[in-house]
C-alpha cells in the first residue's frame, strides 16, 4: 500500500498492504502547563501495546502547538518500529508550520477499502484489544447498513477511572447514544477527502455536532450484557444515565486495569445496531434463551410517545409487552424465527409501527 513516508517520520517502517486505514484522534486542550502533553503522552503509549489487526494500518494524530512538538519525540523510541502504526503531530494555533498544515496530503485514500476514524481525549488508556475491537465493529456496521456512506456508530458504554490517594475506582457508565460523543466515523469509497480531514482534526465534542454528508447515517452499537470499547476513560465526556452506573473493580493500582475488567471485556453477546435519528427503527437479538429490544422511540417521536411490543412467528403472535415509555424489553423462551413488532402511541392514538428483522 503506497505512502508517503517521508512525511510520517515516527514509528514508520517499509510500509505493508492493507485494506483498513484506522485513524485514531487524540484530542488535547493545550494549555499553558505540561499537563496535557503528559496525558497525550499517555495515550500514545497505550496505543503503542494495543494489537494491530491484520490488514489495517494505524494513524494516530495529537492536537499540539509547535512549543510541544518536542516532547512527544521519546514515544517512538520507547516502542519497537511497526509498519503498521505511526504518529502524526497536528499543529493547531496561529504558529502551524508549513510541513505540518496539511499532513492528510500524504494518505492516498483511495488505496484503502475502508478508512475508520476513532476519537480519544488525551489522558484515556486503551486496552490491549481496543484496535480489534473498533475495526470489528465498524466490520459489523458496514454489514448491518451497507448503502449509506459515511456511518456513525456510537458506543454508549464506557470504562471511566475514579482516583484517589488511596485508591482507585474503574465504573462502567452507559450514556445516551444520541448525545454521546464518542463516536466512530466509518468511510468507503469514493471517498469526501475534505470531510475525513475534518472529522480526524475535529475534537469529540465538536464531532457530535458535525452535519455529515447527507447520505449518512448515525447508530448506536448495543448488546446486553453492555460491551464496551477496553478503554479507561480519563474523564466523563456526557452525563450518564440515572442508575447504569456500575462499580466494576477497586483497587490500589491503575497499571494493570484491563485485569481487573477482563470479563466484561471478553464477553461476546451479539452485538446489534441501533438506529438513530429520524427514522423509527427496532433493534432486537437473542442472547441466549432471551429476545432483548429496543428503538429509538424518544428520539423519533419525542418524550411523551409510548411503545408497545408484540413477538411474532409468521403471523402469529405469541407474547407481548404493554405500552410504556420505556424502549427497553426482553422476552423469555420464544420459539425460533420470531420478528418483533412494534406499536407506537402518542395521546391515545397510534400513529405509527414497525418491525425488526428476524431473530
Not at 494516530?60 to 502524526?88: E, G, L, M, Q
Not at 468511510?187 to 469529540?204: G, M, N, Q, R, W
Not at 411523551?304 to 426482553?330: H, L, P
Not at 407506537?344 to 414497525?354: F, L, P, T, Y
Amino acid at each position: 500500500m503506497p505512502v508517503n513516508i517521508e512525511s510520517l517520520p515516527q514509528w514508520d517502517a517499509a510500509p505493508v498492504p492493507a485494506d483498513v486505514l484506522l485513524i485514531v484522534s487524540v484530542a488535547t486542550v493545550p494549555s499553558g502547563n505540561s499537563s496535557w502533553v503528559e496525558d497525550a503522552i499517555t495515550t500514545l503509549n497505550s496505543l503503542a501495546g494495543a494489537r494491530v489487526p491484520k490488514r489495517v494500518q494505524l494513524l494516530a494524530t495529537v492536537n499540539t502547538n509547535a512549543n510541544a512538538t518536542s516532547a512527544f519525540d521519546a514515544v517512538p523510541s520507547a516502542h519497537p518500529k511497526d509498519p503498521n502504526r505511526r504518529v502524526w503531530l497536528l499543529e493547531t494555533g496561529p504558529e502551524q508550520s508549513v510541513e505540518m498544515s496539511s499532513p492528510f496530503d500524504a494518505v492516498i485514500m483511495s488505496d484503502y477499502r475502508r478508512i475508520v476514524i476513532a476519537p480519544l481525549q488525551a489522558g484515556d488508556r486503551v486496552g490491549r484489544e481496543f484496535l480489534c475491537e473498533v475495526s470489528r465493529l465498524a466490520m459489523e456496521a458496514r454489514r448491518y447498513d451497507a448503502a449509506s456512506n459515511p456511518l456513525k456508530v456510537a458506543v454508549p458504554h464506557q470504562f471511566v477511572g475514579e482516583r484517589s490517594a488511596q485508591k482507585h475506582a474503574i465504573k462502567l457508565l452507559s450514556f445516551d447514544p444520541s448525545v454521546t460523543d464518542r463516536w466512530l466515523f466509518i468511510a468507503e469509497p469514493p471517498y469526501d477527502h475534505s470531510e475525513i480531514v475534518a472529522v480526524a482534526s475535529t475534537l469529540p465534542s465538536d464531532l457530535q455536532r458535525r452535519q455529515l454528508n447527507p447520505q449518512g447515517a448515525s447508530f448506536a452499537a448495543t448488546s446486553t450484557p453492555p460491551r464496551p470499547l477496553s478503554v479507561l476513560r480519563g474523564s466523563l465526556a456526557a452525563e450518564p444515565r440515572p442508575g447504569t452506573t456500575q462499580v466494576v473493580s477497586e483497587s490500589t493500582s491503575s497499571d494493570d486495569w484491563e485485569l481487573h475488567v477482563q470479563d466484561v471485556i471478553t464477553a461476546e453477546p451479539s452485538l446489534a445496531f441501533q438506529p438513530l435519528g429520524s427514522k423509527f427503527a427496532i433493534a432486537a437479538t437473542r442472547d441466549g434463551n432471551k429476545i432483548l429490544v429496543n428503538s429509538n422511540l424518544s428520539d423519533t417521536f419525542g418524550a411523551m410517545a409510548e411503545i408497545c411490543y408484540y413477538a411474532r412467528q409468521g403471523s402469529k403472535r405469541v407474547d407481548r409487552r404493554w405500552y410504556t415509555t420505556d424502549t427497553r424489553a426482553e422476552f423469555k423462551d420464544l420459539p425460533p424465527r420470531i420478528t418483533i413488532r412494534g406499536f407506537v402511541r402518542k395521546d391515545g392514538v397510534v400513529i405509527a409501527q414497525v418491525d425488526s428483522g428476524v431473530v
